[in-house]
């Protein structure tokens, strides 16, 4: 009657030694570390920069206790926060002589200092949250207004190309403010014009006015269309951020949309404002520019290296070194690019970048391809108001259909490299910091601190008291409490879920309402032993009967719960996760687990004399 075959025991046994092993991560803490990324697009973190930081540290009389290499960034970790600080100073100097023209972010951080083994074998700590960790808060206010004039602008380059195609003649296309002038000498033009211009651009409003001699066609944004793109802008400037932070390895920042043009950023466990500040303004924007052949001279190159750069040119390098004058004038920027993927050139297989660019876009490229065949054409990055040049590839023929290959002299690394940078995007809009908040790694330990008293003096309460009421199966229950807590730090941990004070609230919230369940069970299996039944049919009957009533209670909870996680947003989402969880875990400990120890210590027994479940012991 209260027995379990043997694989059910082996089964709860595997699940508590399964939810040990990925609790056990989070016992280590974290040790302080220094994070080194690359400010550049085109420079690289590899194994001799590496080499340059252990140098330094080594020359500076500094021992770190790890240096781990990734795809992105270095990590070096310190025994203590004091040599972090003067190793970060170290590795700053060295990397970056100029500050002013830097080229390395080195930033203070934190990382996990669980064993190597446990991390191969994907047992991973909790993530937790700014209040927690420390770490630093910015609110950034999108710049709307820009948004709205660099779409205009586009659009600019948008009529001069349908009035050419149609070949309709005009006296100049410019925007001034919040509207867009078409200049006409004659009236039949501008009705021309204005045909065409409303059927290929449904984004624009056109009027017609007159300005002495000329005729104008004056051009707004639709109030839908101006809704569009400044929700489009804040978006993209969403995800710029997040493909420009995920590379610096912060754990689990939190980018998010406050109001109608307001970006929440937060970043856990950096520690330095200033360097997280640099990690924002990393957001880059992509243009297309035409190499001046014409001024590509050894004279001129070699008087543009000095500073005399030619009128209408800008001086960049190569990544291979060689000097290069590039023309101002933007063909295409970022906003047109739609994706950029890694591949292979089909006719020589040498490794190639493929672009995807909008209808717009693809037919601007293609004029601008047909016009400069054999020309070369750069392909550059804006960074803080400085450029650097990806690729330069030569025109081989005129490109149509919106489809783009880069290839020559690039290895399959590098080909990665450039698809991930332009598919990283521009910022639609630019961006200010409002407000700027740091949270120091010593609050956030006093907070953690003071939420793991709460829960285990809450826990601790409950024990005692379940111990003296219900005396052995009061000490059955508080077992099954205490797995049903490493049950959810476990799968918190799997999860990789974000842990906030809300979170740490809902943890003890979940532990006073799991042994709800036990109590329902111990009550029932008293109710049957004052009804005369025997201790064995007791406790079975206990379980069965209390099973329907602690199903129903746990559903309805679990409603409020999901409601919480569905409409609910940042704190209150972040309780609402471990509430839920909680819930389910409380389920199966309270249950499965109290029921398997319950057998096992009463089960293999034919006939138990009495059982000690309250202040007196049942026969």
Avoid at 388 to 407: L, M, W
Wanted: glycine letters at 8%.
């Amino acid at each position: 009657m209260n027995r379990f075959p043997a694989w059910k025991y082996a089964l709860v046994a595997l699940c508590v030694a399964v939810a040990f092993f990925y609790t056990l991560p989070n016992f280590f803490g974290e040790s302080p570390a220094v994070q080194v990324q690359s400010l550049r697009a085109t420079v690289k973190v590899d194994a001799s920069l590496m080499q340059r930081v252990e140098a330094a540290l080594k020359g500076a009389g500094i021992a770190p206790t790890a240096l781990v290499l990734d795809a992105n960034s270095l990590r070096v970790r310190f025994a203590d926060t004091d040599t972090q600080l003067k190793a970060r100073d170290t590795i700053d100097s060295a990397l970056n002589p100029d500050p002013q023209n830097a080229t390395f972010v080195v930033a203070l951080n934190l990382l996990p200092a669980s064993p190597a083994w446990l991390t191969r074998l994907g047992a991973l700590p909790l993530y937790l949250g700014l209040d927690l960790r420390g770490g630093v808060h910015f609110l950034l206010q999108v710049d709307m207004q820009a948004a709205l004039a660099k779409r205009l602008e586009s659009l600019t380059g948008d009529i001069r190309s349908q009035l050419r195609e149609r070949n309709i003649r005009h006296a100049g296309v410019g925007r001034e403010g919040q509207t867009l002038r078409v200049r006409f000498r004659d009236a039949a033009a501008r009705d021309r014009a204005r045909e065409v211009l409303i059927a290929a651009l449904a984004d624009l409003a056109f009027a017609e006015r007159d300005d002495g001699s000329d005729f104008l066609l004056v051009g707004t944004l639709k109030p839908e269309a101006a809704k569009r793109t400044q929700e489009y802008a804040l978006k993209q400037n969403i995800t710029t951020l997040h493909n420009r932070i995920n590379e610096l390895g912060v754990a689990e920042p939190v980018i998010q949309q406050q109001g109608a043009d307001r970006v929440v950023v937060q970043l856990p466990g950096v520690q330095d404002t200033a360097k997280a500040k640099d990690i924002l303004g990393r957001t880059a924007t992509l243009e297309i520019r035409m190499v001046d052949e014409e001024k590509m001279t050894p004279e001129l190159l070699a008087a543009a290296a000095r500073g005399e750069v030619p009128f209408g040119t800008e001086f960049y390098i190569e990544r291979n070194g060689a000097p290069l004058l590039v023309k101002k004038q933007v063909v295409l920027t970022g906003d047109r690019l739609t994706d950029a993927q890694p591949g292979f050139d089909n006719q020589t297989n040498e490794p190639a970048v493929h672009l995807t660019l909008d209808g717009a876009g693809a037919r601007i490229f293609k004029e601008v391809t047909r016009e400069n065949v054999g020309k070369r054409m750069a392909i550059l990055l804006i960074e803080k108001g400085k450029g650097e040049v990806v690729t330069a590839p030569v025109i081989r023929s005129e490109i149509g259909g919106g489809r783009v290959q880069i290839s020559g002299r690039m290895t399959t690394t590098e080909a990665n490299d450039v698809a991930l940078l332009l598919r990283a995007g521009s910022l639609a809009a630019p961006m200010e910091i409002v407000e700027e908040r740091t949270v120091g790694p010593s609050l956030g330990r006093e907070n953690i601190e003071k939420g793991f008293d709460a829960t285990r003096w809450g826990f601790l309460a409950i024990v005692v008291f379940m111990s003296a009421y219900y005396v052995v199966f009061g000490l059955i229950s508080s077992v099954a409490l205490g797995v049903n807590l490493l049950f959810l730090v476990a799968l918190l941990s799997l999860l990789q879920a974000t842990l906030t004070l809300p979170g740490i609230a809902a943890i003890a919230l979940t532990l006073g309402m799991a042994i709800d369940a036990n109590v329902l069970i111990n009550e029932r299996i008293r109710e049957e032993l004052r009804g005369g039944s025997t201790p064995q049919a007791a406790i079975a009957a206990g379980y069965e009967r209390a099973w329907g009533t602690i199903l129903d209670s746990n559903i309805t909870t679990l409603i409020a719960g999901l409601a919480l996680l569905i409409f609910g947003s940042g704190p209150v989402r972040g309780f609402a996760v471990v509430h839920c969880l909680g819930i389910l875990t409380s389920i199966f400990s309270s249950v499965v687990v109290s029921r398997a120890i319950v057998n096992a210590t009463h089960g293999h027994r034919r006939k138990v004399e009495r059982l000690h479940i309250g202040n007196t012991a049942w026969k």
